[in-house]
Each structure stands twice: as C-alpha cells, then as structure tokens.
C-alpha cells in the first residue's frame, strides 16, 4: 500500500521556519494514557534537540519514575509533526520518545516504546509484517459539567441542550424541542442531530493535522453521543492518530462552548461509549484474515487471532476497558458486547465479524469490549499479542454465535463465557494471564506490576472507600 514520505529533522525545521512557528510542543503519554506536554521557544529549539534529547522530570509523571531517579529525556519524533489548529500562538508539536539520560535505552514504562515493540515482534513472528487498527471512539460532547467529592458530600450534574429531558426547560422562555430520545440519538438529521456543525469542525481539524477520516455521525445516546472514524492505519500510527484525535475533540468542543469527555458511561439509562477496535493482519502487501471458504470469509489465521483474543479477554480488559467506570458500560443482560464469542451480525457478541463488503482486503475482525479511556499504545499492543497467540497456539475460538442472545435458555447461556465484572477483576484476570504479553519482551513484568499497582491504589480503592449517592436512596432509612 502507498505510504506517504516521512519528514526528518531538517524537514521540521524547514516547516517551522515557513509557517513563522512560535513554540515547539512536545508531548508523549503517561501509563494511563493522557498527552503530557511542555513547550520551547521556536528560536532556540535546533537539530540537536532530536538527536540529544530534553530533559524533564519522571517522578511527577503518572506511572513513571520514582523521585530518586527522575531525569528523563523525551526525543521527538519528526514523523509526527503537526501545526496546532488549536493554539492561538504558531505552534508546532512533536510527539516524543522516551529514554533513560544514564544509559541511552529506551524506558520501559513508555507506552509508545511498548508499541513499536510489539511491530517488531509481529515481523519476528514470520506471521505477518503489518498490523492494521481502526478504532471506533465514541465520546458526548456536555454544555454543562459539574462534579465535586468531599467528605461529607459528593455528586455530579450533566446536561446537554439537546437531551430529551430538556425538551421541557423554560429556555430564556424559547424551547424549539427537536430532541433524540432515549436509545433514538443514531443517524437523526438536523435539526434534531444539533452538534452536525461542531463533529464537522472536529473533522476538518483532524483533517488539517493529517488524520485520514472516513465519515462521522451523532450516535444513539440522547445527550450528545457522537462517533468519528478514522481510516485504518498500522498500529504504532493509529495509536498516535488516536491521541491526537482526543486532543482535537476536546479542544475544538472546548473552543465552540461544549465539553468532550470520552468516559465510557457518563449517563444513566442510556448507551455508553465505547470503541470498537478492527484489527487484520498483512504480510508482503496481501491480507492474511480472508479465505473465500472460511466462516464469514475469515481464514484460519483470523480464527485462530480470534480464539487468542478471546481466551486472554479478561486480562485484556485491564488494558481496553481500564477503569471503574468501564464497567458500567459492559453490564449483562443490555446491548454491552460481554459475551466471549464471535458473530457475523451478532452485536453483543465480543467480536463481530463486519460483513459490509466481501473483499479480501476488508476482512478483519472488530472487538467490540474496549472503549475510549483505553491507552492506545498498551491496549492495542495488547490485543495484537493476545491474537498472535491464539495463531501461533492455533487457539479455536468457541463455535460462532449467530442467534440472538438473549432469546437463549439460561441453561444455553450458561456455556457462554462473559467478560469479567469490574475493574479488580480485569487486573486480577491480567496478574493470573500475562505470559502472552510478555513474549519478544514486548510488556514486561516491571511495566504490568507497575501498571496494576497504580490501578489499584489510585482507582480500585479511592472508590471502594467512598460511598456512592445512590446508596442513600437505597439504605439510608433503613
């Protein structure tokens, strides 16, 4: 496939001295999976910053180092300059990797270190050389945001103008209504879809920063529930797409007045947001998930991907459904796609099998468990290493399920494994189930010990400590 020409030092230079760039940006992305960032003035920023590397402090960097080793350097990527359609100042930006100043290696605990691990070790493999991505990222976009957590009180409020509850507030005494229904947000047109202009202001920004997109739609939530997809792209790069994809959403909403937020289940009674994640793997060119006889026209090498996918699913949620809230969304007995099984069309299935076009090229697989808090560096490195597994074990996912679900008997249900129930038990699924991860040396036992003691201090037990509002309405006559 063509490839577009990958700028070098000299070239960035050439781009910041044509656009009159002002400030250097350069970012790179904490265990957890958010951007961290400081800039330089343009004036003094020079080659020998890429081949010498900045420093800055990694104790105060989440899942990074402890205060008696902080020095760290970030090395920018020239291949992933941008121009920040965000900032008011001319500012450039460069995503950076991460290395020790003592001895010169990359830093284990770099999500983006983790990721160009796991390419080389596909292309080891002999499998295949290429792994393709495509996230499906779900986010709402709120007008209004507030929350607070003190000892003695704690609460949330949201609200979006165009939620079906406001379809009976007095505004400023002019209420034009046009509003989705609970679980009716998917495809309406304007002027029921009102966030039509803000997604296509998104786009055209990821656009200009050189993200390849292919459509975008409100989703089926009440209260602003949108979805932009990308074109697929291999994995180290669509884990770059993917950050840089948050980071447009939430500024451009930001600037036009809304706030984005890509928690998996912010409101009650209606859809989550997840994303779905399509993956194939290719080799020499060809695609390697099709075979005109196969089930759903998958090979034996997606069977297989898929049966690794499955089998180590309750350990990849620790890394693709990665916090307490994720699990409000993967609930069973709803449209949550919980159960360990793979489908053509069934859509609470784990992994569905896209059945849109018969081409060789589009086969691929879609695992639907994930959702949009994931780190994309860990989770899609992750995945990619669950499935190669299952091809070099040649793991035989459980047969297809084609029927609907829920129309089945509880003792036909009771065969269907489901994923696990909450955060602690994803990370207690990953500390039981990681030797997979750890093949060619692509996660390592310092990173999953790190990863999962960061999980569990800073996220499992905060909110196991704290009473929940709702437990008021439940016991508090009791």
């Known amino acids: 496939m063509a490839t577009k020409s990958t700028p070098d030092a000299k070239a960035v230079l050439d781009m910041i001295r044509e656009n009159d760039i002002q400030m250097v940006d350069v970012r790179f992305t904490d265990m957890p999976g958010t951007w961290q960032h400081f800039s330089v003035p343009a004036s003094v920023f020079s080659e020998s910053d890429f081949t010498?590397?900045?420093?800055?402090?990694?104790?105060?960097?989440?899942?990074?180092?402890?205060?008696?080793?902080?020095?760290?350097?970030?090395?920018?990527?020239?291949?992933?300059?941008?121009?920040?359609?965000?900032l008011r100042i001319p500012t450039l930006v460069l995503t950076c990797d991460i290395r020790d100043p003592i001895t010169g290696e990359p830093y284990s605990r770099d999500p983006r270190y983790i990721a160009r691990k796991a390419e080389a070790y596909l292309t080891k493999t002999g499998i295949a050389d290429t792994a393709y991505f495509g996230p499906e990222a779900e986010f709402f976009l709120f007008n209004d945001v507030r929350f607070d957590q003190t000892p003695n009180a704690g609460y949330y409020f949201i609200d979006s103008e165009e939620a079906i509850w406001n379809s009976g507030s007095d505004q400023d005494g002019i209420n034009q209504?046009?509003?989705?229904?609970?679980?009716?947000?998917?495809?309406?047109?304007?002027?029921?879809?009102?966030?039509?202009?803000?997604?296509?202001?998104?786009?055209?920004?990821?656009?200009?920063?050189?993200?390849?997109?292919?459509?975008?739609?409100?989703?089926?939530?009440?209260?602003?529930?949108?979805?932009?997809?990308?074109?697929?792209?291999?994995?180290?790069?669509?884990?770059?797409?993917?950050?840089?994809?948050?980071?447009?959403?939430?500024?451009?909403?930001?600037?036009?007045?809304?706030?984005?937020?890509f928690m998996p289940k912010p409101i009650f009674g209606d859809n989550g947001s997840g994303m779905h994640c399509h993956q194939s793997l290719w080799k020499s060119g060809e695609p390697l998930f099709f075979d005109e006889t196969g089930y759903a026209l998958l090979s034996e090498t997606a069977r297989h991907y898929i049966?690794?996918?499955?089998?180590?699913?309750?350990?990849?949620?620790?890394?693709?459904?990665?916090?307490?809230?994720s699990y409000r969304r993967l609930v069973p007995g709803f449209e949550a796609p919980i159960n360990l099984v793979y489908s053509m069309r069934n859509r609470s299935a784990a992994v569905r099998i896209p059945t849109y076009s018969s081409a060789?090229?589009?086969r691929r697989i879609e695992f639907r468990a994930p959702d949009p808090m994931?780190?994309?560096?860990?989770?899609?490195?992750?995945?990619?290493?669950?499935?190669?597994?299952?091809?070099r074990n040649k793991i035989e996912p459980p047969a297809p399920l084609d029927v609907d679900i829920y129309d089945l008997s509880p003792a036909e249900k009771a065969?269907?494994?489901?994923?696990?129930?909450?955060?602690?038990?994803?990370?207690?699924?990953?500390?039981?189930?990681?030797?997979?991860?750890?093949?060619?040396?692509?996660?390592?036992?310092?990173?999953?010990?790190?990863?999962?003691?960061?999980?569990?201090?800073?996220?499992v037990l905060p909110l196991a400590l704290r009473p929940h509002p709702y437990e008021f309405y439940l016991y508090y006559d009791a």
Not at 307 to 325: E, K, S, V
């Open 415 to 459: 065969g269907i494994r489901a994923t696990p129930g909450s955060l602690a038990e994803s990370l207690d699924a990953l500390e039981e189930d990681n030797a997979f991860l750890m093949e060619g040396n692509v996660f390592t036992e310092d990173v999953i010990s790190t990863y999962l003691d960061y999980k569990r201090t800073t996220e």
């Open 360 to 362: 060789p090229k589009a």
């Open 374 to 391: 994931a780190n994309p560096y860990l989770a899609f490195s992750a995945m990619l290493m669950a499935g190669l597994d299952g091809v």
């Open 177 to 261: 209504g046009y509003r989705p229904r609970h679980k009716e947000g998917y495809f309406p047109c304007p002027p029921t879809d009102k966030l039509q202009d803000v997604r296509s202001q998104i786009v055209l920004n990821m656009m200009s920063v050189g993200i390849d997109v292919e459509v975008h739609h409100h989703e089926v939530a009440t209260a602003g529930q949108c979805e932009i997809d990308m074109r697929f792209q291999p994995l180290l790069q669509m884990a770059d797409h993917l950050m840089l994809y948050k980071y447009i959403v939430k500024t451009t909403a930001y600037d036009m007045g809304y706030s984005a937020t």
């Open 307 to 325: 049966g690794g996918i499955l089998a180590h699913a309750p350990a990849l949620l620790a890394f693709c459904a990665p916090t307490a809230n």
């Open 52 to 86: 010498d590397g900045m420093g800055f402090d990694g104790s105060s960097i989440r899942g990074f180092q402890t205060i008696n080793e902080s020095d760290m350097l970030v090395f920018p990527d020239p291949g992933t300059a941008f121009i920040d359609p965000a």
